[in-house]
């Protein structure tokens, strides 16, 4: 019912940038936290930062100062700009959100991920 598409993934030397897009779609009544995590080989899934409905950032201590979340309520989409990478930031990307859908209860959606690989 609720899709979630990331794009802007790739490969990036050390110190570049990339953006990441994520746009939410399907029978969409609400959207509330959206957010990134991500999975480095042979470790868990881990956050790297979220966005409220109202806008308020969360950031792993990890990329605080390098990473930007933002969001557009407008087209359900969430987006990262990550500046200043490191190749400890490879790992693939997972955008997520908080929705609800038409009566439904809240449920949180997964995208299928994007990989992001920072070489040295």
């Known amino acids: 019912q609720v899709q979630l598409v990331e794009s802007g993934g790739g490969l990036v030397q050390a110190g570049g940038s990339l953006r990441l897009s994520c746009a939410a779609s399907g029978r969409i009544f609400s959207v509330n936290t959206m957010g990134w995590y991500r999975q480095a080989p042979g470790k868990q899934r881990a956050l790297v930062a979220t966005?409220?409905?109202?806008?308020?950032?969360n950031y792993a201590d990890s990329v605080k100062g390098r990473f930007t979340i933002s969001r557009d309520s407008a087209k359900n989409a969430v987006y990262l700009q990550m500046s200043s990478l490191k190749p400890e930031d490879t790992a693939v990307y997972y955008c997520?959100?908080?929705?609800?859908?038409?009566?439904?209860?809240?449920?949180?959606?997964w995208g299928q991920g994007i990989q992001v690989t920072v070489s040295s």
């Open positions: 966005i409220t409905g109202g806008g308020s950032p």
């Open positions: 997520t959100a908080s929705v609800r859908t038409g009566l439904s209860p809240w449920g949180q959606y």
